[in-house]
């Protein structure tokens, strides 16, 4: 291959442009023309492709974002659309594609090498969410933040007797809260995976105060959580460009249910976008730099319809049609070590 494309899509996460720099340095010393896609497959679709020089991803291992720029598509989701892709990228030149993304880029990867398009993914999003990687790049940075704030949040928690809820991201799973929640302390942990009812986080919140004679309590709630009897529930009628609906709001209505039933001061604190927002932590960066790395041998050496993840300490080829529609979930097991320390 003599020009490839690289395109960054879904949800920004750190640890993106160390994606692109990696790739792009392993273009530089193989005489491969790298190509960016900008504003994701819309981008395409409307010419927004130049090559990329050295000067382009030079000390960029540490920013955050993706100097590419990004965008959730509906581009794949129409019978016809592998065929515009494919003509756009022919009109470029563009022989073979390296997909930075999560579970949507990944199907859109996954349809465009099923029909014939040389194509090889690169795990990325801070939901940690996809299958066949252990990890995805991004996550551990937002993890970091998050313990930052919980770190942070209890000297405001304590100083003022308070409940303090923390609302993270995490639409249908709910790593960044657990792993969160384990790093920084947390008292209650709640997740799309395992419903939870409200009866059972005033029990342990009165146990804590009342019992324990604590006087503050951190809890942690993904976006997507909910309860079982449907009080608190994050969708709202508002959508998104996928016409899913648009999250964010579950942290305040706990709190004002804590307040209703116990009549503790609570408050709840949205972390929201400062979670992909941040400059990418080292673990990200190395991460980003391995499967970067094993990506671009996999679209030289024609494995197409793979995704480079991240096995035990190895990063492997994984075919994309194995984890297509497959999400990677929190296990009952793993929630256990969040909730040992409730
Ligand atoms: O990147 C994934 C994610 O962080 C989800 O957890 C969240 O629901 C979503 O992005 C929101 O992103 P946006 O508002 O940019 O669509």
């Not at 309860?227 to 706990?254: E, N």
Request: hydrophobic share 40%; aromatic share 4%.
């Amino acid at each position: 291959m003599k020009r490839i494309g690289i395109i960054t899509s879904g949800g920004d996460a750190p640890g993106t442009n160390a994606c692109i720099r990696t790739i792009a340095r392993r273009c530089l010393y193989d005489g491969v023309e790298l190509m960016g896609i900008f504003d994701s497959w819309d981008g395409l679709l409307k010419d927004e492709v130049r090559l990329l020089t050295r000067h382009d991803v030079t000390g960029i291992v540490q920013t955050a974002g993706t100097l590419l720029r990004s965008a959730r598509s509906r581009l794949f989701l129409n019978k016809g659309d592998e065929d515009k892709a494919k003509a756009a990228l022919a009109k470029h030149g563009i022989e073979g594609l390296l997909v930075v993304g999560g579970n949507g880029s990944q199907a859109a990867a996954a349809k465009l090498a099923a029909s014939g398009f040389p194509v090889v993914g690169v795990p990325k999003t801070i939901d940690n969410d996809l299958a066949g990687t252990e990890l995805t790049v991004g996550f551990l940075t937002a993890v970091e933040m998050c313990t930052h704030a919980l770190d942070n949040l209890r000297a405001t928690a304590e100083s003022h007797n308070r409940v303090m809820v923390v609302e993270v991201m995490g639409r249908n799973v709910g790593w960044i809260a657990v792993e969160s929640a384990i790093a920084g302390g947390a008292d209650i942990t709640l997740v799309p995976e395992f419903a939870f009812t409200l009866d059972d986080v005033c029990d342990k919140l009165k146990l804590r105060h009342d019992k324990y004679d604590r006087n503050y309590s951190i809890i942690v709630i993904a976006e997507g959580a909910v309860d079982k009897q449907g009080l608190i529930d994050p969708r709202s009628t508002a959508t998104d460009k996928l016409g899913r609906p648009k999250l964010g709001g579950v942290g305040p209505m706990l709190a004002r249910e804590i307040e209703d039933r116990l009549g503790y001061d609570a408050r709840c604190t949205t972390l929201g976008y400062l979670q992909r927002c941040a400059a990418p932590c080292a673990a990200d960066r190395i991460l980003a730099t391995r499967v970067s790395d094993k990506a671009y041998d996999l679209l030289k050496g024609g494995q197409s319809g793979t995704l480079a993840g991240l096995q035990g300490t190895e990063v492997r080829a994984v075919p994309l049609q194995d984890i297509k529609g497959k999400e990677k979930k929190v296990t009952k097991e793993y929630f256990r070590l969040a909730d040992l320390f409730g």
